[in-house]
C-alpha cells in the first residue's frame, strides 16, 4: 500500500466562538481542546489552524445591515461580484472573529506548538466563507475568498483530511464537504466538535456529512485505525460543484 499523508485540519477554535466571552460562543465550544491536543499529538503529515479573520465592515455581521437585521434570524442574499446572478443566502451574526481584536485568537488551550501552519479565510467583507478552502461562489471563483489550504494540502501530497474544530454545523461541515468533493478522503472526529445547534444540529448535519461520502468518526477510532498499516484507504466520494 501507498504511504498515506494524512492532514489534521483544526477549524475556527478561536476565543471568539468559545464560552464563557465570546461574543457567538459555541455551547461547549472550549471542551474541545483536550480531544483537539489528543490529535495533534498524532503523527499526522500536516497539522493546519485555521482562523476567521474579518474586517469590522463584514457582510456576516448583522450591525452591518441596518436596525432591523437580527443576529441568528436574519438572512440576505449574497451576489458574487464577479458574476451578480450567482447568488446564495446566508445568516447574519454578531461581531466576531474581527482581525486584531482579543475574540480572533486561537484559544490558549490548544498545543500550538504543534500546529504546522495557520490558515486564515474571511478576509473579503463582501462575501461569506464558511468553508477553510473557499467561499461558496464557483463561477467564477472569487480569488479573494479562496484560500490556500488547497495547494497546501497538495504540496504536501496529502491523501486523507481529518477535520476537527468550531462549528461542527457551519465551518467544520462546509470545510469537510469541500474536502471531500477535491478527492480526499474526509473524517470528521464529532468528540472533537461542537455545533450553534446543538446536539440537534449536529446530528442533521452529521446525516448531511455522511450523505455526502464524509467519514464521521471519535478520537479513539482515529487512535485506533487511521494510522494503522492494516487500515484500507478509504474512496472519497467526489461531487460536482
Avoid at 500550538?112 to 495557520?118: A, C, H, I, P
Wanted: charged share 20%.
Amino acid at each position: 500500500m501507498s504511504k498515506r499523508n494524512i492532514a489534521l485540519i483544526v477549524v475556527d477554535a478561536q476565543e471568539d466562538f468559545c464560552p464563557p466571552n465570546g461574543s457567538l460562543a459555541v455551547p461547549g465550544g472550549r471542551e474541545i481542546a483536550p480531544t483537539i491536543n489528543s490529535l495533534l499529538a498524532l503523527p499526522f503529515a500536516r497539522k493546519i489552524a485555521t482562523k476567521d479573520h474579518h474586517p469590522p465592515d463584514h457582510i456576516s455581521f448583522a450591525c452591518n445591515h441596518g436596525p432591523s437585521a437580527k443576529a441568528f434570524e436574519t438572512y440576505i442574499s449574497i451576489a458574487n461580484p464577479g458574476n451578480p446572478s450567482e447568488i446564495y443566502e446566508s445568516l447574519l451574526w454578531p461581531v466576531h472573529c474581527v482581525a486584531n481584536t482579543p475574540g480572533n485568537e486561537l484559544i490558549p488551550e490548544l498545543d500550538l506548538s504543534r500546529v504546522d501552519k495557520v490558515i486564515v479565510k474571511g478576509t473579503d467583507p463582501r462575501v461569506e466563507m464558511y468553508s477553510a478552502f473557499q467561499s461558496p461562489l464557483k463561477n467564477p471563483p472569487l480569488p479573494t475568498a479562496v484560500s490556500e489550504l488547497a495547494g497546501d494540502l497538495r504540496d504536501a501530497d496529502i491523501t486523507d483530511v481529518v477535520v476537527v474544530g468550531l462549528a461542527g454545523d457551519y465551518c467544520v461541515k462546509f470545510t469537510a464537504l469541500d474536502s471531500v468533493s477535491q478527492g480526499w478522503p474526509t473524517f470528521v472526529v464529532e468528540d472533537g466538535t461542537r455545533s450553534v445547534g446543538g446536539a440537534d444540529g449536529w446530528q442533521d448535519t452529521r446525516r448531511e456529512l455522511q450523505e455526502h461520502g464524509v467519514h464521521v468518526v471519535d478520537l479513539d477510532w482515529v487512535k485506533q485505525n487511521l494510522f494503522s498499516s492494516a487500515y484500507a484507504f478509504q474512496p472519497a466520494v467526489v461531487h460536482n460543484k
